[in-house]
């Protein structure tokens, strides 16, 4: 199967940048995307990245503030994370899917990344 190794979470002040990075190796894929989930919250869609259109699609939430990216002969996704606030503070997941999807619905994601947690002080 698909392995995925985020990271670059960490802790910063609000109005504050992060940048997180996930690798995949294994089998092909053609969406890679990020979620998020804070303590007691279900799991949240955050940003999906198409691999060979490079199409992007952000969460209202953070639209402006976000940005994902790919580097296709490294098979690694970025997201970087601007003007943070302590609303973003959440455990982030790396996620791909083999199909090219066109909802943002966790369980159509195949593999998934530990989760690397961004911490935002207010």
């Known amino acids: 199967q698909m392995q995925l190794v985020e990271s670059g979470g960490g802790l910063v002040q609000t109005g504050g940048s992060l940048n997180l990075s996930c690798t995949a190796s294994?089998?092909?894929?053609?969406?890679m995307g990020w979620f998020r989930q804070a303590p007691g919250k279900e799991r949240e869609f955050v940003a999906r990245?198409?691999?060979?259109?490079?199409?992007?699609l952000y969460a209202d939430s953070v639209k402006g503030r976000f940005t994902i990216s790919r580097d296709s002969a490294k098979k690694t996704v970025f997201l970087q994370m601007n003007s943070l606030k302590p609303e973003d503070t959440a455990v982030y997941y790396c996620?791909?899917?083999?199909?090219?999807?066109?909802?943002?619905?966790?369980?159509?994601?195949?593999?998934w990344g530990q989760g690397t947690q961004v911490t935002v002080s207010s």
């Open positions: 996620a791909a899917a083999i199909r090219v999807l066109a909802t943002t619905a966790a369980e159509y994601f195949d593999a």
């Open positions: 294994g089998r092909t894929f053609s969406t």
């Open positions: 990245i198409r691999w060979t259109s490079d199409s992007t």
